[in-house]
């Protein structure tokens, strides 16, 4: 497994799982968005709370690769790192099957913020992890 700025173990529950027994590609996106907004937490910032400021990230793309299939019971760990691409954050998110760290999926999400109705260039997260760079 390569370095992540943040990183989260999660269980998979039975009900994620389809008819054969694996779970089923919507809930990958799921546990991504969940990785991403514990991110969030871990900078001392909330997804509501950023709406009540007038901020909101809105996603603009996804792409998933997915590679082995996890199942239920299964532990795994959700990853992310991120970038910038001009007003773009683009969020490198991976999970792996944590008793053997096998790559489940190879994730990239593309957000975008708003601020009061108008899109930024991400100001908004710029300060929020100025804290990481040190």
Same mark, same amino acid.
């Given at each position: 497994m390569k370095?992540?700025?943040? %990183?989260? @173990?999660? &269980? $998979?529950?039975?009900? #994620?799982?389809?008819? /054969? !027994?694996? $779970?089923?590609?919507?809930?990958?996106q799921r546990y991504m968005e969940h990785t991403r907004h =514990?991110? *969030? =937490?871990? *900078?001392g910032e909330n997804f509501g709370k950023m709406h009540d400021k007038g901020v909101d990230a809105f996603v603009s793309r996804v792409d998933i690769r997915y590679k082995t299939s996890l199942r239920s019971g299964d532990s795994f760990i959700s990853c992310l790192? *991120?970038? &910038? #691409? !001009?007003? %773009?954050?683009?969020?490198? /998110?991976?999970?792996?099957?944590?008793?053997?760290? @096998? /790559?489940?999926t190879k994730g990239k999400v593309e957000i975008v913020v708003v601020e009061n109705g108008k899109l930024t260039r991400g100001e908004y997260f710029d300060k929020l992890l100025e804290g990481l760079k040190k």
């Open positions: 370095d992540y700025i943040y %990183k989260q @173990t999660i &269980k $998979v529950r039975d009900y #994620e799982c389809d008819l /054969q !027994g694996v $779970v089923n590609n919507s809930n990958y =514990e991110f *969030l =937490e871990s *900078l790192n *991120l970038s &910038k #691409e !001009g007003p %773009k954050l683009i969020f490198h /998110q991976d999970i792996y099957r944590a008793s053997d760290h @096998t /790559q489940a």
